[in-house]
């Protein structure tokens, strides 16, 4: 269940009740009641205007609207046992993110019902709280137990039980817990999403299974897998753990399994693209490339926003352009190189993911070089070595020598990569932070050398685990001009308490909202990412996602060595 937020969303101008964007008829609704929503596409606040057609997604349910002039219409049929319904609305192309294209309906209940499954999430989501010291480990002690006086025969009651003892490091109690929920909830989302917590916690080394129990859990997550159980954030970890090999399951079960979530929901693109890597790790080219290739298509004509109302456009994109890049190197190897450069091309045309893009540039220099096309080869690596990607220098240097001998290679690719005559990097804006002690600080007050740049965030487990590596490149530049910063929206009592146990090295700064993403042309619905910013504020290198080790860091590393030569 959701949080109950009934936003206002009329507005007075010069004495006049402005349009609101969405209204509701009747506006409390009770159980067994139709609901009629209408978005309102010429209030001033409506990010949905024009004529395109926009759906609505109302809890789990996906429903198009009926337009009717400047208006869009749904209706819906409020389920018995919710305290409130969630909905937004949407188009192909976009989404009304703000408080007046979405909105939490609250719902008129029988006097004295109370949601139990709401009740049971927000405690949750004050245990969350012990990492931070918003609660100390003995009063979730207390609270654990209380709760155990009183048992609920429910998966959400012991789906809660196990994240309380994980949180308190109790791994016996973790595993008994999850032992009555393999016996009593196996297929539930909430057995899945339990199992998920421990290895999530296991992959940040949050915790430390003994063999036994690693091998225990694994051992559930993939039983569960067999049993059909394809929650997404589930299959994701579960897919990850496969591509290391780190299963008893055989490639053909594997297989099995992937098919089994495809054919569930063939219009979820997602499921394709779990299938088509696993063909990839088999090495069957064609059935690879024939499941990116629905993926794609899925993706291009809009069926995940009809279908299942996943408006995430980032996502979406991110997605569209790893299938093209997967696709078009299936392609290269093949031989079919105008397809292959096609969809190299477009992946780059993409530019959601920065990784994404460097790793198309160095497979279509690859295309390029086999077809013994050097100067353009050279351009696409180069371009992918300036975004930072390890493996373009080499094949930059094998060009070198074809063309130049093996003299003179380090002075060309200095030259080369110094900005080039009328090249636009985006130039970062001005914006104000705070310091953990509350000292104001602006950002053009850290311009004059290099600066790294991390969004943190205390809420996602990754983020943390990065710690650990983000501290060697602080060590690897130690007394030279560059200065590592960090921007959080945390809390200052939480970041300092976290970061008590879990030194930092980055200079930690805080911000409110989320402008300073704009600032720094960095995506605001994304965290971590990575940025290298020149001396002059010019964005020279920008990486979504953390680092799970030292090796990762070596493409920031090469743009923070060359902005280091430049300044000689």
């Known amino acids: 269940m959701s949080i109950l937020l009934l936003s206002a969303i009329l507005f007075s101008q010069a004495g006049d009740t402005t349009q609101p964007v969405l209204t509701w008829e009747p506006e409390e609704p009770a159980w067994g009641e139709t609901v009629t929503f209408t978005y309102h596409h010429t209030a001033p606040d409506a990010v949905l205007k024009g004529t395109a057609s926009i759906f609505a997604k109302i809890g ?21 046992s919710v305290p409130h319904i969630g909905l937004f609305f949407y188009s192909l192309e976009e989404r009304d993110p703000s408080e007046y294209g979405r909105s939490w309906v609250e719902i008129n209940v029988p006097e004295g019902w109370q949601s139990l499954d709401f009740s049971l999430q927000m405690l949750r989501h004050r245990w ?28 959400l009651y012991r789906h809660l039980l196990t994240y309380g003892f994980l949180q308190l490091g109790e791994m016996d109690s973790v595993f008994d817990v999850l032992a009555q929920m393999r016996e009593k909830d196996a297929g539930s989302t909430d057995y899945a999403w339990a199992l998920l917590s421990v290895n999530c916690d296991v992959h940040d080394k949050v915790i430390e299974l003994d063999p036994e129990k690693l ?7 993939d039983e569960e897998a067999k049993r059909g159980n394809t929650d997404r954030g589930f299959l994701v970890w579960v897919g990850m753990r496969w591509k290391e090999g780190n299963t008893s399951l055989s490639l053909k079960e594997r297989e099995r399994i992937l098919k ?32 990116y290739s629905v993926a794609i298509d899925l993706i291009l004509t809009g069926v995940p926003q009809k279908k299942s109302g996943e408006v995430s456009g980032l996502l979406l994109q991110r997605n569209l352009q790893q299938s093209l890049l997967n696709r078009g190197r299936i392609r290269a190897a093949q031989g079919q190189y105008d397809t292959a450069l096609a ?47 390890p493996d373009a220098q080499a094949a930059l240097r094998g060009i070198y020598l074809l063309n130049h001998g093996e ?36 950002w053009f007050d850290l311009l004059g050398k290099i600066v790294v740049v991390n969004r943190f965030g205390l809420g996602c487990g990754g983020i943390r685990a990065q710690i650990p590596v983000l501290n060697q490149l602080v060590d690897a530049y130690k007394g030279q001009e560059v200065e590592f910063v960090a921007f959080s929206g945390d809390g200052p009592d939480p970041l300092k308490h976290y970061l008590a146990e879990h030194p930092f090295k980055y200079r930690m700064l805080r911000v409110e909202g989320r402008d300073f993403c704009d600032a720094l042309n960095a995506n605001p619905a994304i965290k971590p990412w990575q940025l290298v910013i020149d001396p002059e504020g010019r964005v020279r290198f920008y990486k979504i996602g953390g680092f799970a080790d030292a090796s990762e860091t070596q493409g920031m590393k090469l743009i923070i060595d060359q902005l280091l030569r430049e300044q000689e």
């Not at 012990?130 to 480990?137: D, L």
């Not at 091998?215 to 997550?221: D, K, R, S, V």
């Not at 495809?262 to 499941?291: G, I, K, M, S």
């Open 128 to 155: 969350f709280g012990v990492k931070f010291g918003k609660i100390t480990p003995d009063e979730l002690r207390e609270e654990i137990d209380s709760l155990r006086q009183n048992p609920i025969d429910q998966a």
């Open 60 to 80: 789990d349910e996906v429903i198009p609207c009926e337009r009717k002039d400047d208006v869009s219409l749904v209706q819906f049929v409020v389920p018995d």
């Open 343 to 389: 969809d190299l091309s477009l992946a780059i045309f993409l530019k959601s993911d920065p990784q994404i893009e460097r790793e198309a540039y160095f497979e279509m220099g690859k295309v390029y070089q086999g077809l013994e096309l050097y100067k353009r080869a050279e351009e696409a690596y180069l371009e992918a070595f300036r975004q930072g990607y």
């Open 407 to 442: 003299e003179g290679f380090d002075e060309w690719l200095v030259e080369q990569l110094a900005p080039r005559e009328g090249e636009e990097l985006f130039v970062t804006r001005d914006f104000a932070f705070t310091t953990l002690d509350g000292e104001e600080g602006r």
């Open 260 to 291: 089994n979530a495809v054919n569930q929901a063939p219009h979820e693109y997602w499921r394709h693209v779990f299938l088509a890597d696993h063909y990839l790790t088999t090495r069957d080219t064609l059935q690879a490339e024939e499941e």
């Open 215 to 221: 091998a225990t859990l694994y051992g559930w997550m």
